[in-house]
């Protein structure tokens, strides 16, 4: 049985560590957000929204779509910046399962590519980016990981959105915390 699990961390090692190599590899980021909420749509930078997440400063762009949309500024940074923590080995396993695709799709209804085509291999690329630095996932970074020039954000349904990675993310802990107990 111990050799077993030795052998499943092992390979678990090994696709983390393809993993991280294959997400090293030069990409094209996202630089500008559309932001949609019910019937209006505002783009703003990559970086005013790194802004507004780091320090709670609103653009004009951003603070006049926050007016408009009837949005609370501070629940928005908190969706952004609150981070999720991950095991990356993990997090690839459950991304790449027909699982994972499920959750991707419904992640995909509040983050998505502009056609709506290929937003799970987007989202997907952008989730394990995000985690690879430090084992933790934030909103804020997946959008500025996100593998195309630009990303469509459903106001409405980010909170959704986080909740479902927060979910995500209690399994695979407790996966983590059985195998440590052998």
Not at 16 to 43: D, H, K
Not at 109 to 122: C, D, E, I, K
Not at 142 to 162: C, F, M, N, S, W
Request: with cysteine; glycine share 4%.
């Amino acid at each position: 049985m111990r050799l077993k699990i030795l052998w499943f961390r092992y390979g678990l090692f090994l696709v983390g560590c393809g993993n991280i190599l294959l997400s090293t590899l030069p990409a094209e980021a996202s630089e500008q957000v559309v932001m949609n909420y019910q019937i209006f749509q505002r783009s703003v930078s990559v970086s005013e929204l790194t802004t507004f997440a780091d320090t709670g400063e609103l653009s004009n762009q951003l603070e006049a779509y926050m007016d408009t949309a009837k949005q609370d500024p501070d629940n928005l940074r908190r969706t952004l910046t609150t981070p999720v923590p991950v095991n990356l080995i993990f997090l690839d396993l459950v991304l790449n399962s027909q699982m994972g695709e499920l959750i991707l799709d419904r992640l995909s209804l509040a983050v998505h590519t502009p056609s709506h085509q290929a937003s799970r291999q987007a989202l997907r690329s952008a989730l394990i980016l995000s985690a690879s630095d430090d084992g933790q996932i934030t909103l804020m970074e997946t959008i500025q990981k996100y593998p195309i020039k630009q990303v469509h954000l459903e106001g409405d349904r980010l909170t959704d959105a986080y909740n479902q990675l927060t979910r995500l993310a209690r399994p695979i802990q407790g996966i983590l915390n059985i195998i440590d107990l052998f």
